[in-house]
T-cell receptor, first 108, second 113 residues
């Protein structure tokens, strides 16, 4: 099971771009990279998933370099409501591990 | 509406009193899973199920049991709860492993005295 490492916390201001990098040095060939968002006392919510290069949806972008040993979640123009915990997950199997996540705090 | 439901949402019990937390999904998903969340530890997987009658241990299965008799239901059973099982529990479901989009329930906050 690939282990991931993320910063424990990040601070930002409204309107800025937030980039969270996740390290996954032992990622396997079949592993996908998935990011989730969690608000206090709620279950995590899927944000984005990718395998390589760049993936973009209406909420975020995911950048994955060629060696796939890391990935960066980019949240454009954050607002106060983006304050949450963000988890990076590397998976291709049924046994899943979320880790402690990155607490992002957006200030006015 | 596609959803995962859990009951109860809050439960206070005493050590040793058997309890069951129910989980149900209406998306016909094959994969279901239970997690516990503790401060500073993120979400840790307790058990998961790949399909009916197929279950396996996650990272922290000790003290828990599960069953998967129907596709939509995946109850979590604590035969003899202890205070170290006080936690926030989440059930999740997914169409296929590796698909990425896990749908989580609202959570069950359990306190064992």
């Amino acid at each position: 099971l690939a282990k991931t490492t993320q910063p424990i916390s990040m601070d930002s201001y409204e309107g800025q771009e937030v980039n969270i990098t996740c390290s996954h040095n032992n990622i396997a060939t079949n592993d996908y990279i998935t990011w989730y968002q969690q608000f206090p006392s709620q279950g995590p919510r899927f944000i984005i998933q990718g395998y390589k290069t760049k993936v973009t949806n209406e909420v975020a972008s995911l950048f994955i370099p060629a060696d796939r040993k890391s990935s960066t979640l980019s949240l454009p123009r954050v607002s106060l409501s983006d304050t949450a915990v963000y988890y990076c997950l590397v998976e291709n199997d049924y046994k899943l591990s979320f880790g402690a996540g990155t607490t992002v705090t957006v200030r006015a | 509406e596609a959803q995962v439901t859990q009951n109860p949402r809050y439960l206070i019990t005493v050590t040793g009193k058997k309890l069951t937390v129910t989980c149900s999904q209406n998306m016909n998903h094959e994969y279901m899973s239970w997690y516990r969340q503790d401060p500073g530890l993120g979400l840790r997987q307790i058990y998961y199920s790949m399909n009916v009658e197929v279950t396996d241990k996650g990272d922290v299965p000790e003290g828990y049991k599960v069953s998967r008799k129907e596709k939509r239901n995946f109850p979590l059973i604590l035969e003899s709860p202890s205070p170290n099982q006080t936690s926030l529990y989440f059930c999740a479901s997914m169409g296929l492993a590796g698909e990425g989009t896990q749908y989580f329930g609202p959570g069950t906050r359990l306190t064992v005295l």
